[in-house]
């Protein structure tokens, strides 16, 4: 029944095709080089459209000038250089990006009757990929500009929430050649993916704990330099409301070009270091100090929770030894407190109820990027890479059936 029904759907289209045909107006069509281009007659093409394979006759135009061609009933119905109808594309990108593309055939047949080869998803994944992060970016770039109009958003009253934070996508040969890596032999097997997010917090948990707003959290990502990143992430703030927001927190690990994007981008921001990572830290100190079984003394950790960064230095650092080479070891991780020291006020972070853990965009480099990307085997191209992740944060963040709808004005 349901195929007869989808066989009948066919039908219905191909006649409401031919009658839009038939009516739209005739319009003189140029040519990239001005020229006006002549009818050359009707082409067909095999579409798969949602509801099976449907046979579609077009117009066809060709410049006489520089013989370049084009099908405007194509661009109207955006089937440009493609088989497959907008609606099939939206289930093979959608179905890519959220699992590996053999498994994604299987699911686009299953949930949707139609037969696409894996490659054939891989493809129209890496297509579509890059027209998301186009539209994501113009939007950004609309954003960016409108900065200070920014309308009043009913979030104002929520404590505003952005992070980041990256993890290793590994990634073919050629895409790394000339970068180094933690290998033994100081070569990379990966490349780095920036993914932020933005959320908001109003309530607290039963035990008087913060609580992250449900459905609050939006992503944006992609390999690419910290500089590029700290604008996207900044562009993804304003979009979520950041100027109207009274308490604006950044939450990171503490890596090295974290800071910077804060200073940059959000200078008002309490910027807070992950706690955990500052217990890693101190719990590497006590293990260089006193052995692998070590744990930080309670002294310390109640320092460390106080946020008293000055004391809690003062006293680790005591116990170094004198000569320089082993100095040296032991003072990176004691360094990592004195840089990080202006945002590690844990005492008064906990008393404003602000999160002090950067777990929400840690779980969200697993979800959002690990996987999907770091499965076993798996090598990318950086440009496949970037499409998947542009696909899973765009749906991710509620966005995907808006960036579909742009594209049918
Ligand atoms: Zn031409």
Redesign the pocket.
Known sequence: MLQAARQGGVGVLSTLLTHWQQHALREVIL?????R?SSRGWRAKKLLTTLGRMPLGRSFYQ??????SRCPDDERLDIVQTTYSPGVRRLMARAGSQSQFAQAAEDVRCYAGLKVEAREIERVAEEVGPQVEQWLSEQQEQILQRVGASPASPLSAAKFYISFDGTGVPVRKNELVGRRGKQADGSARTREAKLGCVFTQVGLDKDGYPKRDLDSTTYVGAIESSTLFGWRMYAEALRRGLAPAKEVIALTDGALYHRPIVQTHFPDAVHIVDLFHAYEHLTAIAQILWGQQAKAPKAWRDLLEAGDIGRLVGKAGKQLPTSAQSKKSRLKPLGYFEKNAPQMRYAEYRARKFFVGSGVIEAGCRTVIGERLKQSGMRWSVRGANAIIALRCCILSGRFEDFWASRTS
Do not use: A, D, I, K
């Open positions: 040519c990239r080089c001005g020229q281009m410049c006489e000038q520089c013989h370049q």
